[in-house]
């Protein structure tokens, strides 16, 4: 059917208010003449931080993985690992986030659901056993209790022979975000921050490989913020992380090249596109102007990034599949450094083996048989990619100016306005998917009854036991004395000044476990009680 006599019905404009013109010239492509998209591996870094890209080096391929006890996660990170991911990515679940031992009462019903449970250095043990940390890059996806999980890495490196020089990786420890969008913290904001620098101080002078934090825009993201927010609000939580280094003698140069990012790909292809080259150039200026930074690698962004679990759906699961292709296609033309692929049935549960295995091949065939690793930027001067990198660059700027405006992100927090901004932002979006303007194929249009249904992977409860009893030996085989006194020093050393990172490396290597460190922190440090609800 011709549409020469007219256009279907459709929104002409991204989310942010962008709009989005039938076709685009040269003239669109430059809008007042200062976006010049320049070459790869130079300032702003607009078409990616490195000249050759994946012509160099492909990115680095990373299956989330993490569910039961240690064991059962091991099983599926050496599965992994064999059919050529070549990066580990780990989950933790909810109690571990918390700082929780499994056995606590408010573990109960969360236990190995969301992700492996660690209670103390011999789970991280046994989830790390025949695993070579000194070839393997390990990323934690681990917040409020980051530090705690980097020294039980840090500790079972030492338990490989593997010198420090050689353990690579990153966690996320990206409490800001937790605040705004996700909600596993349990300190208040000013000992966050501290515990945060502490680990910034402690990756400078003992892990030169590691990274101390991955800043997440994905989580921002999930809960229902547009791309010009995600850029936003991520690098406004970066410039505040900076900022408290800066405060704690971690000069610019020493600190910044050792920060990475983490984003969501979404849905439009081309706006993801575009979201990725705008933050990679706004923090470049950001980074050289406002900071005064002058190692170049401390203008480079570099991210990892997940394609979005929200956009998942339980209904027609197997369309999943195309979806997470496009996404991850948005973040391989984006220039990421590195990629976990969602897998068609986390909508429903944790991804069982086959679907785990189809997600990593899907990066696979992305980066043998597409083409698009051939060429660096291939999208850059398309006319509307530049056109949407420049608004997506000026609306964000706009938005990290009115947070500082705000009174910086921390008081933004505090009165509810970045929140407030993204409930916002999920609500508009929810009315459209309910009017029917935003088609969800499968959801509320092309619905049909399906009779294929994909295996669901659960925890068995057998596991938990095992987790509980496992934890309970623990206890009984360990020398009490000497876990007693390495929590008196922490708790000492926290009501001082002290970088509380030896500390708690040597109460895990005393086997104390992640609630009794918690338990003394939250002592001293008191938890976080929001003061606003959205």
Known sequence: MSM????????????????IKRVYTPDDSLPGGGHDPGVPGEFPYT??????????????????????????????????????????????????????????PRAEGEVGKAGVAIDSLADMEALLAGIPLERVTTSMTINATASILLAMYVAVAERQGVSPDAVGGTTQNDILKEYIARGTYIFPPQPSL???????AFCVERLPRWNPISISGYHIREAGATAVQEVAFTLADAMTYV???????????????????????????????????????????????RFRAKDPRAWMLRFHTQTAGVALTAQQPHNNVVRVAMQALAAVLGGTQSLHTNAMDEALALPT?????????????LAHESGVADTVDPLGGAYYIEHLTGEIERLAGDLIGEIEAAGGVLRALETGFIQRQIAESAYRESQRVERGEQVIVGVNQFQS???????????????????????ARVRR??????????????????????NLMPYIVDAVRAYATIGEICATLRAVFGVHRPAVTV
């Open 4 to 19: 020469d006599g007219g256009e279907r019905k459709a929104r002409h404009q991204t989310p942010d208010g962008v709009e």
């Open 449 to 471: 009854d399906e009779s294929i249904r994909p295996h669901i992977l659960r925890v068995p409860e057998e596991a938990v036991e095992r987790q509980k009893a496992h934890l």
């Open 353 to 365: 083996e086959p679907s785990a295995l189809l997600a990593l091949r899907t990066q696979q065939i």
């Open 47 to 104: 078409r990616g931080i490195h000249p050759t890209m994946y012509r160099g080096r492909l990115w680095t391929m990373r299956q989330y993985a993490g569910f039961g006890a240690a064991e059962e996660t091991n099983r599926r990170f050496r599965l992994l690992l064999s059919e050529g991911q070549t990066g580990l990515s780990i989950a933790f679940d909810l109690p571990t986030q918390m700082g929780y031992d499994s056995d606590h």
């Open 243 to 289: 900022q408290a280094a800066a405060e704690r003698g971690l000069g610019v140069d020493r600190i910044a090249p050792r920060l990475s990012f983490f984003f969501a790909a979404q849905m439009n292809l081309l706006e993801e596109v575009a979201k990725f080259r705008a933050a990679r150039r706004l923090w470049a200026r950001i980074m050289r102007e």
């Open 194 to 200: 501290r515990l945060i620098t502490d680990v910034f």
């Open 477 to 498: 085989e360990r020398d009490g004395a000497a876990v007693e006194t390495a929590l008196l020093r922490l708790r000492d050393a926290a009501q001082g000044k002290d």
